[in-house]
């Protein structure tokens, strides 16, 4: 049992090393990050969906916006389409689970939006219609995936794929790039000064 967990932290670390090592990955999380703050600050939002963990994933780091993460700042526009039972249990229930995320889009979403869909497999269906109705819209499309990105690679506009098949290594690594994704956006809406008190002069 012991050597199971150290080898499972090890098959983790070595994931996430891998996405430490890989500046073009890193290169996609900042051209996300400033086609969402630039879509904020014109009014836009952003939209996040997934299935199971990565609807977790989708909530967290919808908190994370209208919270806050690294500063004190007003209130950023993020709605995750993962959390409404009614919605989706009318949606999954009269039309199918397939439409849970694609419908909610149509209803929520508007042109300069940006939609970012998480899936590890980048295959699951509800993902991939949420992100052919965004294009549809005129929304720009983000998808973290893992494998190798899936369907929804030839959907999204920008690709954050995760180099692993194993679905909870390639959650771990989303997890850690939604964090700095958020970071990001509060660094490019805000500047880096943003919150810093002026020192005195006399100091
Ligand atoms: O959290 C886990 C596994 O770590 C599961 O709940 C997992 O998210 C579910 O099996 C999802 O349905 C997988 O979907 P996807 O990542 O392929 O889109
Ligand atoms: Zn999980």
Redesign the pocket.
Known sequence: MIEIVKKQLLQSVETMTKVAADESLHAIVVEAARLTAESMKNGGKLLVC???????DAQHLVAEFVARLTIDRPALRAIALTTDSSILTAIGNDHSFEHIFERQVEALGREGDVLLA???????KN?VLALEQAKKMGIHTVAY??NDG?KMKSLADLNVIIPSNV??N??ESHLALEHILCMLVELFYFGPDFGKQPKKLSE
């Open positions: 997934g299935n199971g963990g990565s609807a977790a998480i899936s590890t497999s980048g295959n699951s993902c995936t893992g899936g679905t909870m390639i959650q």
